[in-house]
C-alpha cells in the first residue's frame, strides 16, 4: 500500500507571516531636525543685516567734528513653497479582503504614502537648486540647503564683513581630505556661525572614520588607535563627532538623501520648514468602484543667515 505524502494532499493552509517587513528606510535627519513655521504665502521672504567691517584705524582727532558713517539698508531674502504629492486609489474588492499583514489595503497603502511623502521632502530640501516661482504649466519649487547658503556667483563670494567663505570645493577634485573640513570650519568660526552638525552621505563614512588614524596636515604628525590589550576586544572604527583647532565641536551625521559629492555644516536652529500647508489627507470624487485618495503638503525652506552654514563640494 503506497503511503500518503504531503505532495498529494489537497487543500493544505498556507504557511504565511502574518506581518510585512519593509525593506525601505525611513529616517529623515535633517526634516526631523529643523524647525518648522506656519505662513499664510506661497512667497515668503526674511532680511539680513551685517555690521559694518572692523576697523584698526578708528581713531579720532581730538576735537574734530563728528561724521556720520555709510549706512546701508537690510537685504532681504526670499524662497517660495512647494507642493508635494502622493495619491493612492484601491479597488472596493481590493479593499475588503482578508489579508496577511495588514487590515484594510487603502489604510496600508496610505501608511506607506505618509512615510514616502516625508522622503521626498527630505530629498527636495536638501538637493533642491535654486527657486522656480513657476506658472501654470511648471511647478514651483523652494530653493534647497546649498541654494541658500554663502552669496554671489556659486555661492562663493565672500561675506562683506569677514571676508569668510563657506561654499567651497575640495583642493583636490572628487577627494576629500582633512584640510578641507578644517578649511571650512575656520571660515564658519570667523563669520560668527554656531555650526555643530555635519552632515554627510554615508560614502563619505569611512573618510571620517580614517581620520582616527593618519597624518594631521603636513606636519607628519600621526595618530593612531590604542588598544588594551586582551581587555580590548572591540574593533571599532566609529566617530561620532570631531573637535576643530578652534574648539569648535560638530556632531557628525549620515544622511542617505544627501548627493555623495556633498558635506553641509550647520545648526539646526539656523533652518526652518515654512509650513503653508501641512501633510493632509483628501478623500477625491469617487466615480467608479474604487476609493482614491491624496496626501498633499506645501513647504518651504528658510535659512537664518546665508553665512551661517556652510556646503563642501567634493
Do not use: C
Request: proline share 3%.
Amino acid at each position: 500500500m503506497a503511503t500518503l505524502v504531503s505532495y498529494d494532499l489537497n487543500g493544505k493552509k498556507l504557511s504565511f507571516a502574518n506581518w510585512i517587513s519593509n525593506l525601505s528606510p525611513t529616517e529623515t535627519p535633517f526634516v526631523s531636525m529643523t524647525g518648522k513655521e506656519s505662513i499664510n504665502q506661497t512667497l515668503f521672504q526674511w532680511q539680513t543685516d551685517a555690521l559694518v567691517a572692523a576697523k584698526a584705524d578708528n581713531a579720532q582727532v581730538e576735537g574734530s567734528a563728528a561724521v556720520d558713517d555709510v549706512r546701508a539698508s537690510t537685504t532681504v531674502k526670499s524662497n517660495y513653497t512647494q507642493i508635494l504629492r502622493k495619491v493612492v486609489k484601491v479597488s472596493d474588492t481590493a479593499n475588503v479582503l482578508a489579508n496577511y499583514g495588514r487590515g484594510k489595503e487603502l489604510q496600508y497603502q496610505m501608511e506607506k504614502a505618509g512615510k514616502e511623502i516625508k522622503r521626498d521632502l527630505e530629498m527636495s530640501l536638501l538637493q533642491n537648486g535654486a527657486a522656480v516661482a513657476g506658472d501654470g504649466s511648471t511647478a514651483r519649487t523652494t530653493a534647497g540647503f546649498k541654494a541658500l547658503v554663502g552669496t554671489g556667483a556659486n555661492g562663493k563670494t565672500p561675506d562683506p564683513d569677514t571676508k569668510a567663505v563657506v561654499v567651497r570645493d575640495t583642493a583636490t577634485a572628487g577627494k576629500l581630505v582633512e584640510k578641507d573640513i578644517f578649511d571650512m570650519t575656520y571660515n564658519l568660526y570667523i563669520s560668527g556661525s554656531n555650526a555643530n552638525i555635519i552632515m554627510f552621505h554615508p560614502k563619505n563614512a569611512s573618510f571620517f572614520s580614517s581620520l582616527m588614524e593618519t597624518a594631521a596636515g603636513s606636519t607628519g604628525q600621526n595618530r593612531q588607535r590604542m588598544f588594551d590589550g586582551a581587555k580590548d576586544t572591540r574593533f571599532n572604527v566609529y566617530v561620532s563627532t570631531i573637535v576643530d583647532p578652534l574648539g569648535q565641536e560638530y556632531k557628525l551625521i549620515p544622511n542617505r538623501w544627501m548627493k555623495e559629492d556633498e558635506v553641509f555644516f550647520f545648526t539646526p536652529s539656523d533652518w526652518t520648514q515654512m509650513v503653508l500647508r501641512a501633510p493632509e489627507r483628501t478623500k477625491l470624487a469617487k466615480d467608479g468602484s474604487y476609493e482614491k485618495w491624496m496626501i498633499e503638503m506645501e513647504v518651504g525652506l528658510r535659512h537664518r543667515n546665508p553665512y551661517a552654514s556652510g556646503a563642501l563640494k567634493i
